[in-house]
Every structure is written in structure tokens, then in C-alpha cells.
């Protein structure tokens, strides 16, 4: 069965902080990766997706992803962040007609 | 604007009352489905559509009727609300299954069944 799993639940981090949220995936066959985020109150939107290709995918707000095939893993990774990108943050793997998402981190970011 | 819109945005249910989620895209795209988000639980899937008169179930499909007469149109049954389906409901779309668009995702419906 496909899954994906966040381990990190929350994350707290200072303004100007780099950071990584951990995304693991296990499926059967190709897979296509997101990342989205969902600000308070707000409907998921789209960060940054993987299809194939270059493994180091860029996004919008200076996020990127890079795919490691050989761990599984999706981080999502920005350099410095800024209050603004306190919100949740979701992995989710595309396989055949089914997305699943992982279950969320939540990012505070400290002024 | 083109995108997914969902109403109503925020309901109460007796336990027992049937009711109706609406979803309706107008960017022509063929696949739909609806997901329930839960606090730790992520988003779960409850049943999709790959193209108008197909229809699926997702992972938490129980309690749950979904049809799709029209491209642009995925409603969300509920014949006989449950607490346990006390949840917050997103509709998302993209143009194909597997094609490298990502998905689209209305605003949500706050449902609670008390």
C-alpha cells in the first residue's frame, strides 16, 4: 500500500533559521511528489511538485525539495525563513488515480 | 476567478440529517475528489473521479455518496450524519491523474455533526 510519512510534527524555529522538514514515501511503482502548505484558516496550495527529471526541485517563496530515490526520502528545505511561513506543511505521493498525504508539520517561526 | 469552489463554507448537523457538500470546478478538469482533514491525521481520502459518470472510493469512503454527472460538478453525500464525521471537507482537482499539474484545492467545508 502507498504511504508517506512526516516525522517531524512541529517545528519551531527562529526568524532567519534554515530549515528541513523530513518526507518519506513507499510505493509500489512510480510516484509523483508534493509538498503543500496551508496557512491558518486557509485551502492547501500547491509549493512544489516532482514528476521526473532533475531531483532538486525549486518552488515558489524559496522553498525547495530534493528526491532521493535510494531513501525514500522528499525533504522540503528552505535557507532562511521568516514569520510568514509559519503554517502546516503537507507531503503527499501520487500513485495510480490516488493521492496520500502524509499527516502534517506544523511550522511556527519566531520573530 | 477559475478554481474550485465549495459550499457551504461552515455547517451543523443533528445526528441522523442527510446533507449535501457541493463542489464545482470550472477549469475542465477531468479528475476530482474529496478529502477530509482531521487534526494528526492529515488529509484522507474519501472517494475521487477520474471523468464524469466514473467514480471511486478513497480510503474513508464509509457514510459517504459521490457522483459525477458533469465535468464540472462532484457533489458529497452524507445520507445520515455521524459525530464521527465531524471533519473538515476539501474538494481538489487537476486536469489528469499521474500528468505533472498538481492539484487544486477549494476552501473548505467546516462541517460539525452534533
Known amino acids: 500500500a502507498q504511504s508517506v510519512s512526516q516525522h517531524n510534527h512541529h517545528v519551531i524555529l527562529s526568524e532567519a533559521a534554515s530549515l528541513e522538514l523530513g518526507c518519506n514515501y513507499s510505493?509500489?511503482?512510480?510516484?509523483?511528489l508534493f509538498w503543500y502548505v496551508q496557512y491558518p484558516g486557509q485551502h492547501l496550495q500547491l509549493l512544489l511538485k516532482y514528476f521526473s527529471g532533475d531531483p532538486l526541485v525549486k518552488g515558489i517563496k524559496g522553498f525547495e525539495a530534493e528526491f532521493i530515490k535510494s531513501k525514500f526520502s522528499f525533504n522540503l528545505r528552505k535557507p532562511s525563513v521568516q514569520w510568514s511561513d509559519t503554517a502546516e506543511y503537507f507531503c503527499a505521493g501520487e500513485g495510480y488515480q490516488k493521492v496520500t498525504f502524509g499527516t502534517g508539520t506544523k511550522l511556527q517561526v519566531i520573530p | 476567478n477559475a478554481g474550485v469552489t465549495q459550499t457551504p463554507k461552515f455547517q451543523v448537523l443533528k445526528t441522523g440529517q442527510s446533507m449535501t457538500l457541493q463542489c464545482a470546478q470550472d477549469?475542465?478538469?477531468?479528475?476530482m475528489s474529496w478529502y477530509r482533514q482531521d487534526p494528526g491525521m492529515g488529509l484522507r481520502l474519501i472517494h475521487y473521479?477520474?471523468?464524469?459518470?466514473?467514480?471511486d472510493q478513497g480510503e474513508v469512503p464509509n457514510g459517504y455518496n459521490v457522483s459525477r454527472s458533469t465535468t464540472e460538478d462532484f457533489p458529497l453525500r452524507l445520507l445520515s450524519a455521524a459525530p464521527s464525521q465531524t471533519s473538515v471537507y476539501f474538494c481538489a482537482s487537476t486536469l489528469l491523474s499521474g500528468a505533472p499539474y498538481g492539484y487544486t484545492f477549494g476552501s473548505g467545508t467546516r462541517l460539525t455533526v452534533v
Open positions: 473521479s477520474v471523468g464524469a459518470g466514473i467514480t
Open positions: 477549469m475542465n478538469h477531468e479528475y
Open positions: 510505493y509500489g511503482g512510480t510516484v509523483n
